[in-house]
């Protein structure tokens, strides 16, 4: 499919005024121009998101997302890297780290990365594969809410992309009494060890 990011952009270029004076209209107007970029996103492509950020000393920021679905990963890409040149703004392709402490909410779930922990699963056949078993208390596999929110999670600590591109398969257990005896890491060194990771692949 050809994506043009020209429609797209022109929209932004002529709301952008409006856009980085957002924070200073009522909510209802706010949701309205939001609204409206959101349709005119899904006209270029109907599978990406944004999520802008609050305005700072350096402007706002927008970061584009396809969901973890690499199949639109393309088009994200294409639309950042024509992104036109705009005082205050910057553009950015895929959901980022948000640090090691993370909270994650999900239905009636709530996911602490300083209560959970990681171990990675490892196969012969696939080996250039990440899979991990994730451990927190009143973890079951076959609730579909806890491995939404633990997905999010993992997303949240190590980014959409490598999410999307490393993560192979996961699944959740329930902690045992001595995780890190019986060979689990805390959740917040999975940012680190999913750098290892790469190296090794690179090898």
């Not at 994506?3 to 209209?25: G, V």
């Not at 553009?91 to 909410?105: A, E, L, N, Y």
């Not at 490393?166 to 917040?188: D, H, M, R, T, W």
Request: charged letters at 30%; a negative charge; hydrophobic letters at 35%.
């Amino acid at each position: 499919m050809n994506y043009d990011t020209s429609i797209f952009w022109k929209w932004f270029q002529d709301n952008a005024e409006q856009l980085t004076m957002l924070s200073e209209y009522d909510e209802a107007t706010q949701d309205q121009l939001l609204d409206q970029m959101q349709a005119q996103l899904e006209k270029y492509c109907p599978a990406l998101t944004f999520d802008m950020s609050e305005p700072n000393s350096d402007g706002r920021r927008v970061v584009f997302s396809a969901e973890g679905d690499v199949d639109f990963f393309e088009p994200l890409l294409k639309l950042t890297d024509e992104a036109p040149d705009i005082d205050w703004w910057e553009f950015i392709p895929f959901k980022q780290p948000s640090g090691k402490d993370v909270k994650v909410r999900f239905d009636k779930y709530t996911f602490d990365t300083k209560k959970m922990y990681f171990e990675p699963l490892e196969t012969a056949e696939e080996p250039d594969i990440l899979g991990l078993c994730v451990a927190f208390d009143g973890a079951d596999n076959d609730n579909e809410d806890m491995l939404v929110g633990t997905y999010s999670t993992i997303e949240a600590l190590i980014g959409e992309f490598d999410c999307a591109t490393l993560l192979g398969y996961f699944e959740i257990c329930p902690v045992p009494q001595n995780p890190e005896k019986e060979g689990l890491k805390p959740l917040a060194e999975l940012p680190a060890f999913v750098e290892w990771f790469k190296r090794q692949r690179e090898k």
